[in-house]
C-alpha cells in the first residue's frame, strides 16, 4: 500500500492514541508516533501477513452477546424497528479556552481552537476527537449532525465499544478500552473555505457494543454544534434517498435467474415477515457493505421483517485468518468465528472482502464448511451462504477470482454476487455523467457514504429478485 493510503487508513479506522486531558494538550512523542506507523501493514489486498509485534497484555473479557443464550429461532425479538420519536442523546459545543468537557483528543499535532469564531468552535489539524460515550438500542441507527467550515476534507465516524469484548476489539495496545475495529466512517470535501456546511450521516450501534460514540476529524477545519439524535428506519430511508437521487446515477444493474434463485431460506423469511439476521464475515471493505444501510433499505422493502446485521470483520482479515482464528487474537486481530458468527445464529452469512491471499478457494471452502458444520452441531440446521467478489479497493481483483469464486458457490451451494463486476460497472456509467470514481471513495481503499449507497443498493436489488426499488 502506498503511504499516502496508509496515512488516509489511519484516519479512516480512527486509530487510537494517547488521549491527555489536561489544562493544556501535550503532543505526542515521537516514539509512539512511530509505534502508531507500525500499523501500517494492517490492511492490505491480500497481504495480511504483517509480523507485527505488540505488548502481550490486553484487557480482560467477559462472555458477549454473542455468548449469551439465543432464543429459539422465528421467536428472537425484534431489536431494530421504527420508532416514531427521535431522541437526543449528545449536544456538545467547544469552548474557545479549550476546554472539551468529555471529550478525548488524539493528538498527532497540535490542535488550537479560532478566537474570531467565538464559543462552541474547534479548529482540527490531524488529529481527531472523540465524544463522550452514549447508549442507542443495539442495532438501532443515530443520526449525526455537525457544522464545518475550512478547506480541509472533513471526517465523521460512528463508534462502538465494549470494555468486556472478547471479539472484534481495535487490533493495537494504543486503542481506547473496548473500541470496536467494526467503526464507520464517512468523508466530505468542502464546497466553500468561508462558509458554514451541514453535514449529516446516519450510522448504527453494533450489536455487539455496550455503548456508542462519534468521531471528528479534519485538516485545518472548523467545527461546531454537533447533534447527535436516535434515528428512525424512516429518516434513514429518506437520507439514504436523497444521496442516491441528488448525487448518485441509478443502478442500472438487474440480477438474472441464476442470482435470485440463490440463499432461498433467507429470502423466504423476508417474505414471511420474519428475522433476517445476516453476518458479514472479511475485512474493512465488507465492514463497509455492513454499514451501507442495506438494512434499513430492506426492511422499508419487507415492511414486516426486521433485518439484524453483524459486522463480523477486522482490517484485512481474509478468509484463512477467520479460519486460523486461534492464533489471530488481539492485539495483532481479534477474530472468533464462534462468537462472532455461529453462536448468533445467523441466517444468512455473507464472506467477502479483498483481503483473501492466494489460497483463496481452498480457504473459502474450508471456511463455509466449518460454519456449516458447526451451525449444524449447535442448532440441527444451517444458514444460507452468500458468495461476494472483491468491491472499491484498487478496482480489480487477481485474474480470474471473480469467475473462480462463481465456481465455488457452485460447487458449495452458495449464492453469488458478482460485486467486483457490477460497482465497476456502475462507476463507468456514473463517470459519464461526471461522477468521478473517487467521488464514490473516502481515501483509495474505502467507500464513503455515496459508495456505501451504492452497496446497499445492490443487496437491495438481490433480496428483491430482480425487481427495481421505487426510491
Known sequence: ????????????????????????????????????????????????????????????????????????????????????????????????????????????????????EGKNTFLASAQYWQSAPFVVPLLHF?????????????????????????????PHILATSGELVADDWTSWNSVSDNEWEKRVFFTRALGHSTSSAVRLMGDGVLFRNLLVTTASNDEVCEWADAIYTQEMVELGWVPSASITDTCPFARERLRA??????????????????????????????????????????????ADDWLNDAETTWPRHDLDLNAAVIRTLPDLVIIGGISNGKSWRSDIAQLVSRIRDESYSLRGSSPDFLLVSGAFGSGKDSLDYELGLSDLASEMGCGFLPLRSITESYFESAAKSHYPKSHFYRDDIHANHRGKQLLGRILLTFFSEGERDSH
Open 142 to 170: 443515530f443520526r449525526i449532525e455537525v457544522e464545518t467550515k475550512g478547506p480541509g476534507t472533513v471526517w465523521v465516524g460512528g463508534m462502538g465499544f465494549n470494555p468486556s469484548a472478547s471479539w472484534g476489539r481495535y
Open 273 to 318: 415477515g420474519q428475522i433476517l439476521r445476516v453476518a458479514l464475515v472479511g475485512d474493512s471493505i465488507m465492514n463497509d457493505l455492513a454499514n451501507s444501510t442495506c438494512d434499513a433499505l430492506l426492511r422499508r422493502r419487507f415492511p414486516k421483517s426486521s433485518i439484524e446485521i453483524i459486522n463480523a470483520v477486522g482490517g484485512g482479515t481474509g
Open 1 to 116: 500500500m502506498h503511504t499516502t493510503q496508509k496515512q488516509k487508513f489511519f484516519a479512516i479506522t480512527g486509530i487510537a492514541s494517547l488521549s491527555l486531558l489536561a489544562l493544556g494538550i501535550i503532543l505526542f512523542s515521537e516514539e509512539i508516533f512511530n509505534n502508531l506507523k507500525s500499523l501500517e501493514n494492517l490492511e492490505g489486498e491480500a497481504n495480511h501477513s504483517s509480523e507485527m509485534t505488540f505488548a502481550e497484555s490486553k484487557p480482560a473479557g467477559l462472555p458477549d452477546l454473542a455468548a449469551l443464550p439465543s432464543p429459539e429461532r422465528g421467536s428472537r425479538s425484534v431489536v431494530n424497528g421504527d420508532r416514531s420519536k427521535a431522541g437526543t442523546v449528545l449536544l456538545q459545543g467547544f469552548e474557545p479556552n479549550g476546554s472539551i468537557g468529555e471529550w478525548e483528543i488524539k493528538n498527532w499535532e497540535m490542535a488550537s481552537v479560532d478566537p474570531t
